[in-house]
Structures are given as C-alpha cells and as structure tokens.
C-alpha cells in the first residue's frame, strides 16, 4: 500500500490561489448590494514604503496587505481541497 505524501509547498500554492481568488471575487462584488459584506476587510503593512539610499543604488521596501471575508473564505475553500486530494 503507497503512502501518500503531502507537500507543504503545494499547500502553500493552493492557500495563495484562495486568497487570491476570494480576495478578486470580494473586490468585484463590492457594488452589489446584497454581496457587498465579502468586500468588508481590513488592511495593513507599511503604507509608506523605506526608502534605502546607498548612493549607487536606491531601494525601496513595502508590503500592505488586504484581506477580505471573501478572501478568508477562499483560503478555507483551498484547504479543504487540498485535504480532499
């Protein structure tokens, strides 16, 4: 009998895709009326990014993220999917 071995990186993959997914299905339903408690979120991250000046090159570092009920949704969607296979 094979053992099935479960990789952490698709896990990884497939809890991305949900986000993503939920995060764009919450955007899009954000005029509809009866839709639009997916958009509620919240955000946070740096809003205004670092700016690190070496002289011979600039970096600039930033990260915000923006999480919604239809994105949370989506990451439990993709769990229970990659329990599934």
Same mark, same amino acid.
């Given at each position: 009998m094979a053992i099935k071995e479960k990789n952490s990186f698709i896990l990884i @993959? *497939?809890?991305l895709c949900g986000l993503v997914i939920g995060? !764009? @299905?919450g955007e899009l339903t954000k005029g509809v009326s009866w839709l639009n408690w997916l958009a509620y979120g919240?955000? *946070?991250g740096l809003s205004n990014p670092v700016t690190l000046d070496l002289g011979v090159m600039q970096l600039t !570092?930033? !990260?915000? *993220?923006k999480i919604n009920i239809a994105g949370v949704i989506g990451i439990i969607v993709a769990i229970f999917l990659y329990r599934k296979f």
């Amino acid at each position: 009998m094979a053992i099935k071995e479960k990789n952490s990186f698709i896990l990884i @993959i *497939f809890v991305l895709c949900g986000l993503v997914i939920g995060g !764009l @299905i919450g955007e899009l339903t954000k005029g509809v009326s009866w839709l639009n408690w997916l958009a509620y979120g919240q955000s *946070f991250g740096l809003s205004n990014p670092v700016t690190l000046d070496l002289g011979v090159m600039q970096l600039t !570092l930033g !990260l915000m *993220f923006k999480i919604n009920i239809a994105g949370v949704i989506g990451i439990i969607v993709a769990i229970f999917l990659y329990r599934k296979f």
